[in-house]
Nanobody, 124 residues
Framework: MFSCRRLGGGQVQAGDSLRLSCAAS????????VAWFRQAPGKERVLVGG????????DYSDSVKGRFTISKDDAENTVYLQMDSLKPADTAVYYCSARAGATIYRAPALYNFWGKGTLVTVSS
């Protein structure tokens, strides 16, 4: 369903940028909402942000708003998470996920499909 890749090094310095990609397959209707979550060591998985495939609406958590951007490439069926001005607090395993519908929910349990996580480490 999902193939996630990290474009660039997984360990970066504070202030650096990194881009993650998530290539989707399967019925578009079942993955109309694509969201990125992250899970820091010892913490719960939380929403980073998401995009509604059918109308390009996006939503972000307050902790990343203005620094992270989610976009998509329809031709490649790929969603990107561009992470700028990275902070040590952004260190986590990042996951892409999807669900049907048109609402970007914050609860991970509401997402049906998950990609493998990719570790992002930001050092100060």
């Amino acid at each position: 369903m999902f193939s996630c890749r990290r474009l660039g090094g997984g360990q970066v310095q504070a202030g650096d940028s990194l881009r993650l990609s998530c290539a989707a397959s399967g019925r578009t209707s079942s993955r109309n909402v694509v969201a990125w979550f992250r899970q820091a060591p010892g913490k719960e998985r939380v929403l980073v942000g998401g995009i509604v495939w059918s109308d390009d609406r996006t939503d972000y958590s307050d902790s990343v708003k203005g620094r992270f951007t989610i976009s998509k490439d329809d031709a490649e069926n790929t969603v990107y998470l561009q992470m700028d001005s990275l902070k040590p607090a952004d260190t986590a395993v990042y996951y892409c996920s999807a669900r049907a519908g048109a609402t970007i929910y914050r609860a991970p349990a509401l997402y049906n499909f998950w990609g493998k996580g990719t570790l992002v480490t930001v050092s100060s």
